[in-house]
């Protein structure tokens, strides 16, 4: 997943119109092709599952998200 930004556009995966919200690439792991451009949320769900509160990947991944984002 490539962070794109802060934008207004419909997610690619959900298919909600999402305000100022930040979006990312979405990327097939096996064939590399471009697939969409999806919410936080639908990234988050996609990397780390549904159970990613838990996952210490997510949490490194989320700090840095968060200093990335000051």
Do not use: Q
Request: aromatic content about 18%; some cysteine; glycine content about 4%.
């Amino acid at each position: 997943m490539k962070c794109v930004g802060k934008k207004s556009l419909r997610c690619g995966a959900c298919k909600e119109w999402k305000y100022n919200a930040p979006f990312y690439d979405w990327y097939s792991m096996i064939t590399k092709e471009f697939l969409a451009t999806i919410c936080h949320k639908c990234c988050v769900r996609e990397m780390f599952g549904s159970n990613y509160k838990k996952n210490k990947r997510y949490l490194t991944w989320i700090k840095k998200i968060k200093e990335d984002w000051k």
